[in-house]
């Protein structure tokens, strides 16, 4: 099972203002790349508090599979493609195999990046780094241990409105 994380990131590496405020994330750059990694995948997994966030904006992400980490699994699900699943990142990941993807994004947020990374099954990061500082806010990864861990850069593309596309495989 390949696990990669994408975020978009500010350029001091929060993702969301402490407010939880994501409207600085760019529509014409960030989205459509965002999109066609999923599409690319089928299959996305998100914690609960960005899934409820988000709800009806985006998601659940149409013609997908959703996998939405929380400990309320019994919660009401009125979706065909939303599965809810105990934070525990290993079953994540065999539910998704059991649904037939070899591959999956992890669309965060902070506490759901954490758990994976915690648990040693992420393989690669995906970072839109923002043209922007928002000086404090919630990090990319929460709960983590503090480890050390070795990024090997895959690939690095300038994108427009000063965006960066970093693509990291985790060693
Ligand atoms: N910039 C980006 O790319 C990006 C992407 C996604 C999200 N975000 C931002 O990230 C923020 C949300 O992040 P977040 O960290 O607060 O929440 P989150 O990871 O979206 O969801 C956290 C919830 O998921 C479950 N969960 C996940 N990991 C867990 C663990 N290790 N232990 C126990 N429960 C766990 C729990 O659900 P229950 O409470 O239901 O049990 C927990 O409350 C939002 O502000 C959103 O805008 C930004």
């Known amino acids: 099972m390949n696990v990669t994380l994408f975020c978009a990131i500010s350029a001091d590496g929060f993702i969301a203002t402490s407010e939880r405020n994501s409207e600085w994330i760019s529509m014409e750059v960030d989205a459509p790349i965002w999109e066609a990694e999923i599409k690319k995948r089928g299959c996305i997994i998100v914690g609960s508090k960005a899934f409820y966030q988000y709800l009806d904006d985006v998601y659940p992400f149409p013609e997908v599979q959703n996998i939405v ?4 699994t019994d919660r ?3 979706w065909d493609n ?4 105990e934070p525990d990142a290993s079953k994540a990941l065999s539910v998704a195999e059991s649904l ?4 999956v994004l992890l669309v965060g947020g902070a506490k759901t990046n954490g758990l994976f990374l ?3 099954k992420v393989n690669g990061i995906i970072l839109d780094i923002h043209p922007l500082l928002l000086g ?6 929460e709960d983590t241990d503090s480890r050390m861990i070795n990024l090997q850069k895959l690939s690095s593309q300038e994108l ?3 965006h960066t596309l970093l693509h990291y495989k985790v060693v």
């Open 136 to 141: 404090s806010g919630i990090k990319v990864f």
């Open 76 to 78: 009401e699900n009125k």
């Open 118 to 120: 915690k648990s040693g």
């Open 160 to 162: 427009s409105e000063g």
């Open 100 to 103: 037939g993807f070899p591959e």
């Open 82 to 85: 939303v599965t809810f699943v």
């Open 69 to 72: 980490i929380t400990s309320q």
